[in-house]
């Protein structure tokens, strides 16, 4: 810069000018910059932000339509809380079940079977795979998008016995029902998807010790959850019984997701769930007993089987993540040669 025409007070006092004026542009900048990196809408630190945003999401067969979600959930995922006006729809108590056919095996496409309908109206799927007289079930993903890892592993497995059919005994017929909360799986992977679209847990909804509240310490409680107004009062736990009482079931897992281990399922546990809990403790480094936190479990599912005589366990998966598939195909096979005593 040439400042050969000013004089000495006029070059002192441009020169002064220059440097506040960069000072001042110097820190504007600054704040803009601070401005752009902040985030104006902070994860809550109830959250944990891989299961908001996981790097890799599981993909999902597309089994229904946008059409048919509810219009009191955003189609983006969102912390906010289930509206309270969902809860409690009037329904009849203990609906009279219709007898069921048995589902027969798949077909050469291994299409699925619908036994039922969710509160949002998305099927509930149940994949065959064998013939046998011997019936053994897989239900996963009671907890929907908050337990998605568990749908995950079902998909894993189905996928796993088309290719390799004789993976199952001849004397067994294996039913894998990849979803039992669907509606919670479609709105959010992660803590908004735990219940189904009426706000219930359907993990406390089956009529085994059913309390309409219970003490929540040491239990699972980061969202509004309810046990709903009366015993089987849900659509996709009405399904089940049907099913399971029209088509008997030799022993059960349902999967959960994540680390306490393997429960036994009945009131007290049932000596043959029992049996089947320590035999998969056995093949893997599930813990049984189980990792005891204080909760008290009421209107469980597996308990609700193992009051019908079917020998049932409720296994959790390592992480919210991970499907564990190489240990469970071994779980797997615990469950197809499990006999009673």
Sequence with gaps: MDLGGFSIRQKNTLIVLIVTTIAVLSGLGFTVAQSINSNPYPISPTLNPTLLTPLALPS???????EASPTDYPS????????????????TPYPTLEANSTIPPQDEKGSPSVIGTSVAGRPLEVFRFGTGPSNRMIVADIHGGNEWNTATLADQLIEYLRKNPDFVPPDDS???LRTLNPDGLARFLGLDGRVND?????????????KPEWNRDGCWDYRKTTAGPYPNSEPETQALINFLLTTPMDALISYHSAALGVFAGGIPPDPNSIRLAKQIAEVSDYPYPPIY???IYTGALVDWTSVQGIPSVDLELTNHLDTDFDVNLKVLKVLLNFSRE
Excluded: H, M, Q
């Excluded at 983006?76 to 329904?91: R, Y």
């Excluded at 009426?198 to 059913?210: F, P, Q, S």
């Design 60 to 66: 999902f067969p597309a089994t229904w339509t946008p």
């Design 76 to 91: 983006e995922p969102t912390s906010t809380p289930i509206p309270t006006k969902t809860l409690f729809p009037s329904l």
């Design 174 to 176: 294996l039913y894998i």
């Design 198 to 210: 009426n706000g219930v847990d359907l993990n406390r909804n089956w009529d085994a010790d059913w």
């Design 293 to 295: 936190t204080g909760c």
